[in-house]
């Protein structure tokens, strides 16, 4: 089917840039869905505005961790003030670049919810 | 016993197809589908009967007022209580808020304990947690063996603590378990305490006897059991409703009213404020009769015939863990399980692209969910429409799944 299409299912056996940062520039902020107990928590490395390095960790469905996975490949090198100027939709559509059904948006918008907190 | 089959016919939505699939619905136990009879029996209410009950003196509101009424005594009928005792609420969360805040509130103090379960639907937990919070009793929980049966042992622990109030469901709507509520009932009057039963997933599927269960309170929605949204019930012993507060306020629920204070009706309009759901109860009465029909002890053997079947069937697949007690007898309605390795969403997703529609999530019960160990299960509930293909579709639905996730 299409939704577990084979870069989503990619994503989720192999997830990028999962791990922890810590140091002086780097930022991080967690989101939760209560209804199925998926977490994910972001941490941004950034110096002069510009995220150095994405990662993250976290635990739930493909859907959310294949999102997270893609979403923490495009940050790479994203500017803060340009993804401040984008809405939770225009990161979702621009960083994670897959669809889900209404009743799934949750899974998909975690990783969003989070990052967007962050660069706020 | 009747051919689900045939039932089938009768449930228009069942030939609607998903996905270019026909529709397997395994969700009856979030709400079940409506047969055509109910279906019409609504809209025979609002092109024949139409206008607002207990008021205008004019032929429609009469009728209006006589189809309400046969519907609450219909409902009456359906579990053995007087029709006074039946309030119409819009769904069980909302009669067992009525209960909680009209009798919580005025008779709940500081210390007072209230004993609830570790299976029970939120709908049961959190109205007595608010309460406790503004009366300063507290709640305390009794336990669940791995089993899926609430632990007696536990049970008879809390009631020793001598509580003012015990509740707990009929039916598990996440282990599907039927509990010993005529035994709880007499254990718990024994200790003092009062008794409501949430009966939400017990009244669509099980022939309910309030007098044999003994309980004070008695809540149930007619959404699960073939009716509408929006029209529930409250069966409440007669006595104690009468000694407790109104809950809502305003028309339709006053005998004479001051500017600076009112009395109220009789039962059971003291609790019905405002313009009631006639439409809903009307329907709910039809689908009594649907039930009624098939014959309750008909439909309980059919629930049977495929819990049975589905625990079978599930425990055949090998990334498949059954939650809740093995023994069919002691279930209604549902199995709930875990497809290990993969998420119960993912699950979801997978199966309704074959067109299988079942629950995943926590079902409402996020402390017993917590207590498994599970984040999110998976539930196929059931309803007199169900198949064993039905089950059958479900089974071939997660071969799908291991062809995606490949476990």
């Not at chain 2, 006639?278 to 008909?298: K, N, R």
């Not at chain 2, 998420?343 to 409402?364: E, M, N, P, Q, W």
């Not at chain 2, 509930?381 to 291991?402: G, I, M, P, R, W």
């Amino acid at each position: 089917m299409d939704l577990y299409r084979e870069d989503v299912m990619d994503h989720y056996e192999h997830p990028r840039n999962q791990g922890e940062l810590s140091g002086e520039q780097v930022v991080s902020d967690q989101e939760k869905n209560a209804s199925c107990g998926d977490s994910v928590q972001f941490f941004l490395d950034i110096h002069d505005g510009i995220i150095v390095k994405a990662k993250w960790r976290g635990v739930g469905c493909a859907i959310m961790t294949a999102s997270a996975s893609k979403l923490s490949e495009y940050l790479q090198g994203k500017r803060m003030s340009e993804l401040k100027k984008m809405s939770e939709e225009a990161l979702a559509k621009e960083g994670i670049s897959f669809e889900v059904n209404p009743g799934r948006s949750k899974c998909l918008m975690l990783s969003v919810k989070a990052v967007k907190r962050l660069v706020a | 016993m009747f051919d689900p089959k045939v039932v089938k016919k009768d449930f228009p939505i069942l030939s609607r197809k998903i996905n270019d699939k026909l529709l397997v619905y395994l969700d009856s136990g979030a709400t079940a589908q409506k047969p055509q009879q109910v279906l019409d029996a609504e809209r025979a209410y609002y092109t024949q009967h139409n206008a607002n009950v207990h008021r205008g003196a004019h032929t429609l509101g009469d009728e209006a007022t006589q189809v309400y009424e046969e519907a609450r005594a219909k409902v009456a009928q359906f579990i053995g209580g007087q029709t006074t005792e039946i309030v119409f609420v819009r769904n069980t969360t909302e009669a067992i808020n009525l209960v909680a805040y009209s009798w919580g509130l005025d008779n709940l103090k500081q210390g007072d304990v209230i004993v609830s379960t570790l299976m029970e639907h939120h709908a049961n937990l959190v109205p007595w947690q608010q309460v406790a919070k503004r009366t300063g009793a507290r709640v305390e929980v009794v336990g669940v063996g791995d089993d899926g049966l609430l632990e007696m042992a536990d049970y008879k622990e809390k009631l020793a603590l001598k509580p003012k109030m015990v509740v707990f469901g009929h039916v598990s709507n996440a282990l599907g378990t039927i509990n010993p509520v005529a035994e709880m009932t007499k254990l718990a009057h024994k200790a003092g305490a009062l008794v409501l039963v949430d009966g939400a997933q017990a009244v669509p599927h099980l022939s309910v006897d309030i007098g044999a269960i003994g309980c004070d309170f008695y809540a149930f929605s007619g959404h699960k059991m073939l009716g509408p949204m929006g029209i529930g019930v409250l069966w409440g012993r007669e006595a104690l409703l009468t000694t407790m507060s109104p809950f809502l306020t305003g028309g339709g629920m006053i005998d004479e009213v001051y500017v600076d204070h009112a009395t109220w009706a009789e039962l059971p309009e003291k609790f019905e404020a405002g313009t009631p759901n006639v439409a809903g109860a009307v329907g709910l009465a039809s689908a009594i009769d649907y039930l009624e029909t098939l014959g309750m002890e008909m439909v309980r053997n059919h629930d049977q015939h495929i819990v049975e079947y589905a625990l079978r069937a599930l425990s055949g697949l090998p990334q498949v863990r059954l939650l809740g007690t093995h023994n069919a007898k002691l279930r209604s309605g549902s199995v709930s399980f875990e497809y290990q390795g993969v998420h119960a969403h993912d699950v979801a997703t997978i199966l309704d692209s074959d067109g299988v529609a079942i629950r995943s999530g926590h079902h409402c019960t996020m402390p017993l969910h917590n207590h498994l160990g599970v984040m999110a299960s998976i539930r196929a509930s059931f309803n007199v429409y169900t198949t064993t293909e039905d089950v059958d579709a479900l089974v071939q639905a997660l071969h799908k799944v291991k062809v995606v996730f490949g476990k």
